[in-house]
DNA sequence: AAGCCGCAATTAACTCATACAAATCGGTAG
DNA sequence: CTACCGATTTGTATGAGTTAATTGCGGCTT
């Protein structure tokens, strides 16, 4: 009915940016649930009404669904309807499911956890990059650590070149389902320097500890480079942890 | 054309149990996938040709490409078509991509990685169960040693309380992300008491490691439930290393 | 003459609408 | 208390039309 004379939709930013329409709507119903608008256990509204308040097709909407169903979000049989997951089934690895917690502001308790796993899993990261990396991984640390230098965590390129150095050691430890907690570490590392730039007007130079920790790798001494790692995570906690834990 | 005559489909196993069509045809692709069958790069037949040959629906066919997709596993974009994606961009902690891993016999390089992994991890987590574990957690980590004691790991509800017990220590441990790996260290455990039943006529008995562990989280002593965790995984490793590296 | 840039045609995925099938829950009758 | 039956919701199928990216052609620039 009425659909020649109007849309009634649009309440949600939807069309958008290369992203085709179901990832629009994955994205919009992503970020509504990690913001807890869709409470664990709730359920969705019908296929037919939901698409039809978001202003797309069915087709578009159930891959958005299928989507976040991939990703443990959601959970939908006949009958029953589509329901919010427990938050235990979520997976909280998922790039995108980081990328759509980070959209609003997160909450507290997962930058900590964040950290918490950042302080697990990138010391021994290092130690076995320092074992296994190979010329080209430290030839590509060391650019990243120009950069770094050169242009200073304000700046974009400069965060990226961040990134980019904490990615290749992961890679160096040449262990697959480790590379694939970047997306988790490099969201920590993010929200490391994000702090950092709120809370002083002259934050911590951070090369020292980096150039430190690139130099072990370079000795190939795994147990130093655990150490110096383990300090250069320590040191981004202390900046960051007043800021969220005030 | 000649849909009425009969359907030329059913190379690979769809319908079956309890699965609907699109998460069966993921299921059959991840795992194709995973085996190297398509390699990274590899461009998949177009959508009405591919669905035509699986003998479903091109609708069921898009929301099991869709789910792949979430998952890391492929890429699709007008023209160019669908391809699998690097390797690097899999999300090799999804639970469906490990499971679907170990529907072939994984890779050895995968089974060292997951243990790798869980070395990492699991000391980790046990240390900060120890500190923040409820009684109730603890009341479920002795159930299920009790379980596993009577049971023995060459029975399922045996390994299935294996896998419990060291999935409480996880959830113990109070930490979405670290939580979001149990599949990952499940895939591991499981594999251990697959290895050593293998390899041992009589495996050894798991339960003095295990029960030790236990009685330092009970102790809410965090650096002995590490050097215990620690312990148990280098046991497990030590069973199972000789078998995958011969 | 050689190389670069922009335009159009092609091709694939993407979106939409509709019809029908299957599954599941609740209630009702036996 | 059990078994069936109907209503509701997701799941599957199909065909038509849309959008986006790549390819190659043709004209322009150097």
Redesign the pocket.
């Known amino acids: 009915m009425g659909?020649d004379s109007g849309r009634e939709d649009i309440n949600l930013p939807l069309a958008s940016a290369?992203?085709?329409?179901?990832?629009?709507v994955a994205r919009a119903l992503g970020v509504a649930i990690l913001a807890g608008r869709h409470a664990p256990g709730d359920?969705?509204?019908?296929?037919?009404?939901?698409?039809?308040q978001l202003?797309?097709?069915?087709?578009?909407?159930?891959?958005a669904?299928?989507i976040l169903?991939a990703k443990g979000l959601v959970e939908?049989?006949?009958?029953?309807?589509?329901r919010v997951s427990a938050r235990k089934r979520w997976n909280l690895l998922d790039p995108d499911i980081l990328a759509w917690a980070f959209e609003g502001e997160p909450s507290e308790a997962l930058i900590r956890d964040l950290f918490e796993l950042r302080m697990i899993v990138e010391p021994a990261a290092a130690a076995l990059a320092a074992e296994r990396r190979s010329i080209q991984d430290l030839a590509r640390m060391g650019h990243a650590l120009d950069e770094m230098a050169r242009h200073g965590l304000a700046t974009e390129v400069g965060r990226a070149a961040d990134q980019t150095f904490h990615n290749v050691i992961l890679e160096a430890a040449r262990n697959g389902p480790l590379l694939s907690l970047s997306s988790s570490i490099a969201a920590a590392v993010t929200w490391t320097t994000i702090f950092k730039q709120r809370g002083h007007a002259q934050p911590r130079d951070p090369m020292p500890d980096h150039r430190a920790l690139y130099d072990t790798i370079v000795a190939g001494d795994p147990e130093a480079a655990r150490a110096a790692m383990t300090e250069l995570v320590r040191l981004a906690l202390a900046d960051t942890e007043p800021l969220i834990a005030p």
């Open positions: 659909r290369g992203r085709r329409i179901h990832g629009s359920v969705l509204p019908g296929e037919i009404e939901f698409a039809e202003g797309v097709s069915r087709t578009a909407y159930r891959e669904i299928r169903s939908s049989r006949p009958k029953t309807g589509t």
